[in-house]
């Protein structure tokens, strides 16, 4: 069923712990992600019957597994915690894809391990469909994330705030090594773990960096990149992760643990979703300086061996920690200029993108409607732009003429333009009080119907869907979400 190839479970052993999934009672397949199950090399008829199901369930152990729970550390919400892991996930193991690439396949919700904290090691029914939901909603958009293979319900009751039926989600990942994992060894000084480690995660995700003279120098380097990237992306579509602790940042590059994410409906720097972040730490506006704060710790544990001498290599993690800024504002503004159709960076457009995100905030505007109505607008001399009219002001208006000015020094036709932008501005983004009418259902009545149609349009993001206009539209004001929770 699975051809693994296992390399982590051949680290060292403090590196994880040798666990198996706890069988559950009564397994039920919610939903398996076809596609992604034939990306893997894996047969979605065997993965859905009755064999398949045991093994998504956590019943049964492939041949050639190698489950493991994950050792590593991390900052929540600034404060370190030397002793995290994986509390209530299992890696089964490893498997090389038609791409060629090596992907964890790991279960969420599989039981207990050593690393659990006196918790269960369940996941209820509602995180896993949020988790379904929005990590395939990401791979769609083209953001480097996490993967959702399979949901699967435990016939098994989870208790947290309420009852909830019992799940178990199958995840996969081009890597789960964390910036917490690296935490975890740096503080009990264990400089060998750390260098294992380093090599492992060069050797897996940054093998150019063994062309270099400085291999661990130009790992750091690398992950920080990688990171500006992804936080240039989240911040183009509005995502907000809402737990970004050091655990929960992978070096990889991908997304990882969707825990009370959500997407930003009207534009505000300040939002804020997840009900335990209290003080605002993890504001959509603030996720590119805790990337950087993040990514700090990371350079931290690398230090003894980026040099022999401390303070050489305190230099060297400086320095690279300080090229964040820059490197996620190129991103960012690369961003701005395809969602507001400019193809030649030229002076004055960053002042442009950010004067249009500031009218937009004055204004209260939705944040991925007012980018798709000026798709519409870029395609016509009409000043036009839809429900843009409510919130016009005399700002907005001069913007609109220096955005419409700036369109004709690019050599695109309106119509090439048009359609850039489209492919740059998703039409449709999991709103939060769609996910929160999906988990409802799910949980309150057993439908499952209204989370494949969701799936359904989410998988299309950039495609006019008429007969889905309705997933498009912003929340009614007694339909907005102000809370989402993290589900462990």
């Known amino acids: 069923m699975f051809a693994f190839d296992n390399t982590f479970s051949r680290c060292p052993d403090r590196f994880f712990a040798r666990v198996g999934p706890t069988p559950v009672a009564d397994p039920a397949l919610i939903k398996l992600n076809t596609g992604l199950a034939r990306q893997l090399g894996l047969n979605p008829d065997m993965l859905s019957g009755a064999a398949g199901v045991s093994v998504l369930s956590g019943n049964d152990v492939p041949d050639g597994a190698a489950p493991i729970a994950m050792a590593y550390a991390g900052h929540q919400f600034g404060h370190f915690n030397p002793a995290l892991g994986d509390g209530r996930a299992i890696v089964l193991g490893e498997i090389i894809d038609h791409d060629g690439l090596r992907r964890d396949i790991q279960l969420k919700g599989s039981g207990p391990t050593p690393f659990s904290r006196r918790g269960d090691g369940r996941a209820a029914v509602g995180p ?3 988790e379904y939901i929005i990590s395939e909603a990401m791979a769609a958009l083209g953001i480097p994330t996490t993967r959702a293979l399979a949901a699967v319900l435990t016939g098994e009751p989870v208790y947290r705030e309420r009852v909830e039926p019992g799940a178990v989600l199958t995840r996969v990942a081009n ?74 940042m992978s070096v990889a590059g991908e997304t990882i643990d969707y825990g009370p994410c959500a997407f930003m ?14 003080a605002g730490r993890y504001a959509y506006g603030n996720q590119p300086r805790i990337a950087q704060w993040n990514l700090a710790r990371f350079a931290q544990s690398l230090l003894p061996v980026l040099a022999d001498d401390e303070e050489v290599a ?41 004067g249009l995100l500031k009218m937009m905030h004055d204004d209260r505007l939705d944040f991925t409607n007012t980018f798709c109505q000026l798709c519409d607008m870029a395609q016509s001399d009409e000043d036009t732009a839809g429900g843009l009219e409510a919130a016009r002001s005399v700002e907005f208006n001069a913007w609109l003429s220096q955005w419409r000015t700036r369109l004709g020094e690019e050599p695109a036709t ?20 769609r996910v929160e009418e999906v988990i409802s259902a799910a949980v309150s009545e057993g439908d499952f119907a209204p989370f494949e149609r ?13 007969e889905n206009a309705i997933f498009a539209d912003p929340p009614k004001p007694d339909e907005v979400v102000k809370a989402t929770f993290c589900g462990t």
């Open 128 to 130: 896993v469909l949020r």
């Open 175 to 248: 890597g789960l090594v964390r910036v917490g994992t690296f935490e975890f060894f740096a503080a009990r000084r264990d400089t060998d773990a750390i260098r294992c480690l380093a090599d492992y995660v060069i050797a897996r995700h940054y093998p150019d960096a063994t062309e270099t003279d400085t291999p661990y120098r130009a790992l750091l380097e690398a992950v920080i990149n990688a990171q500006a990237q992804l936080i240039a992306r989240w911040m183009g579509v509005g995502f907000i992760h809402g737990v970004m602790n050091t655990d929960n």
């Open 314 to 354: 305190i230099g060297i993690a400086q320095d690279a920690i300080n090229a964040f800024p820059d490197l996620y504002q190129a991103a960012w503004h690369e961003i701005l200029r395809a969602k507001l159709g400019l193809f030649e960076a030229r002076d004055g457009d960053d002042a442009l993108a950010d």
């Open 265 to 278: 409906d009207t534009f505000d720097p300040s939002t804020v979703y997840s009900s335990i972040d209290y």
């Open 414 to 433: 309106p119509d090439d333009r048009a359609l850039a932008m489209r492919h740059a501005n998703p039409a449709y983004i999991p709103r939060n009080h």
């Open 454 to 466: 969701l799936l359904a349009v989410l998988s299309r993001p950039f495609e006019d869907q008429p």
